[in-house]
Each structure stands twice: as structure tokens, then as C-alpha cells.
């Protein structure tokens, strides 16, 4: 589904809410910690990149609606504070099967991080299986 392959991919940490969607994650706004993975493109592969994403992840960018919104957030990676795209739930009330996931994992700069899937992930086995 990429169009072009990353530069690199490395573990990173966001601040937000992560949320147990059934068998995908959801990031909103919030103050916890949340463990994920900055990839990194060639610039020129950017935009064509963000393009499948939008259509994936149900963002509109003419209007800034969808499903998600895509957003600048700063993330740390290495140690190094850094700004990246990112989808967010616009709002969590829409999901009323979702799951918040509390920190609960070593992140690899020791702090106390949320990651998907945790033990109480309903990642269905099936898509019939879907909430």
C-alpha cells in the first residue's frame, strides 16, 4: 500500500490517548505516553505518500474531515524531539466500543508507555468478527 519504502522506520513516543479500537489502534488528544514508530520518507515522496494514507485512514484534506484528521504532532525519538504526521480520532464518543489503553510498557527510554495490543486487545480473528 506505500507507494514508496521508508527511509527508516524507529520506535517514538507521542503524547495522546491510545485506544483499542477492535483490530486496529486509535490516537486521540491526551496527556499519556504513547509508543509507536516514526517513519521516514525521501521529502519528494511525501506527498504521494500521505495521499494513499488519507484515503486509508478516511481524511479528507480539502475539507480537514474524516474518520480521522491528520495532524503535526512532536514526537521523541532517540531523544530527540521531532514533529510528524499523525491520524487522530476527532472524537472518541463515536466509538462507543473502544477501549482506552493506560500506559502499561517499557518504552526503549524507559518510561511507562501505552502500545497496541496490550493483553486486552479484541483483535478478531476474522473480519466478520469486527464489533
Given at each position: 500500500m506505500w507507494p514508496k519504502r521508508p527511509v527508516s522506520i524507529q520506535p517514538a513516543i507521542?503524547?495522546?490517548q491510545l485506544w483499542d479500537l477492535g483490530s486496529y489502534p486509535g490516537l486521540c488528544v491526551g496527556n499519556d505516553l504513547v509508543l509507536g514508530?516514526?517513519?521516514t520518507f525521501d521529502p519528494e515522496d511525501v506527498l504521494p505518500t500521505?495521499?494513499?494514507l488519507d484515503g486509508?485512514?478516511?481524511y479528507d484534506s480539502a475539507s480537514d474531515r474524516g474518520l480521522y484528521?491528520?495532524?503535526v504532532i512532536e514526537v521523541r525519538?532517540?531523544?530527540e524531539q521531532t514533529q510528524a504526521f499523525a491520524y487522530l480520532i476527532p472524537d472518541i464518543r463515536k466509538w462507543p466500543n473502544a477501549r482506552r489503553i493506560l500506559p502499561w510498557c517499557d518504552s526503549p527510554w524507559g518510561d511507562q508507555s501505552a502500545l497496541w495490543p496490550d493483553a486486552?486487545?479484541?483483535v478478531p480473528k476474522h473480519a466478520s468478527d469486527e464489533d
Open positions: 507521542a503524547t495522546g514508530e516514526l517513519w500521505l495521499e494513499i486509508i485512514e478516511g484528521l491528520r495532524k525519538s532517540h531523544r486486552l486487545a479484541r
